[in-house]
């Protein structure tokens, strides 16, 4: 492991499984990587799976049917395993194969897709699992270079004009439309890249999150590629 994200302070990075479901997020750390130089032909599955809608999700049946040469298999092999170390964990990963996701475009001045640098949240504790195999991967960025879009005194002001409640109704009129949950860089902000093969944990807004819930984003897809991803 050659520890390319260990000198950020955002981010903890572990060695296996088992460190990246137990270690504590705590004070700036709030993105956990399971570094990993995976070996396989990912770009081979990519080929084989069959592309339903924008996006597909792909099944282990479905990586089993398909007729690969043997890095082909070496890369299934990982995708499986993956699949099934969180499954056991008690998660619900996904694995997606992906041509783009649906945009926002309803407004011109706050974007809730995505693309937009963006938290997620959930009623319980869990946690945010990710892995890009193949393709364009997500960003991250720390806390402290982003603000969030309703604190932002322009956008605030747009967004009351589109509320039609009182002023003590708007807070929840945020939450409710998910405005609250997306974030603008700041000038000069440096997202981190997350790369390919990692496996990832981001920490989630939840009641007893005791860090701050991890920005990210997804990236724009390379022109003609598919993305092969990982989510839970």
Request: glycine residues 6%; charged residues 25%; proline residues 5%.
């Amino acid at each position: 492991m050659d520890n390319t994200f260990s000198d950020n302070n955002q981010i903890g990075v572990v060695s296996t499984f088992s460190e990246l479901v137990n270690t504590n997020f705590q004070e700036t750390v709030n993105a956990i990587c399971w570094e990993r130089n995976l070996v396989g032909d990912f770009k081979e599955i990519v080929s084989k799976l069959q592309l339903k809608d924008n996006i597909t999700e792909v099944y282990p049946e479905d990586l089993l049917a398909l007729q690969l040469t043997e890095n082909g298999c070496m890369a299934r092999e990982i995708i499986l395993n993956d699949l099934q170390l969180l499954t056991d964990f008690g998660a619900l990963p996904s694995l997606n194969l992906l041509k783009n996701y649906e945009r926002d475009d309803e407004f011109d001045f706050i974007s809730t897709d995505v693309y937009s640098f963006h938290v997620d949240r959930s009623p319980i504790g869990t946690s945010t699992f990710l892995c890009t195999y193949y393709g364009a991967s997500s960003d991250i960025l720390p806390n402290d270079h982003a603000t969030q879009k309703i604190l932002i005194p322009e956008i605030r002001g747009k967004l009351k004009e589109l509320h039609d409640g009182s002023d003590a109704e708007f807070e929840g009129f945020l939450k409710e439309n998910y405005f609250d949950l997306h974030y603008q860089p700041k000038p000069g902000a440096q997202p981190t890249n997350l790369g390919l093969g990692h496996l990832w944990r981001l920490s989630v807004d939840h009641p007893e999150q005791q860090v701050l819930p991890c920005i990210h984003r997804a990236p724009m897809e390379n022109n003609g590629e598919y993305r092969l991803l990982l989510i839970c």
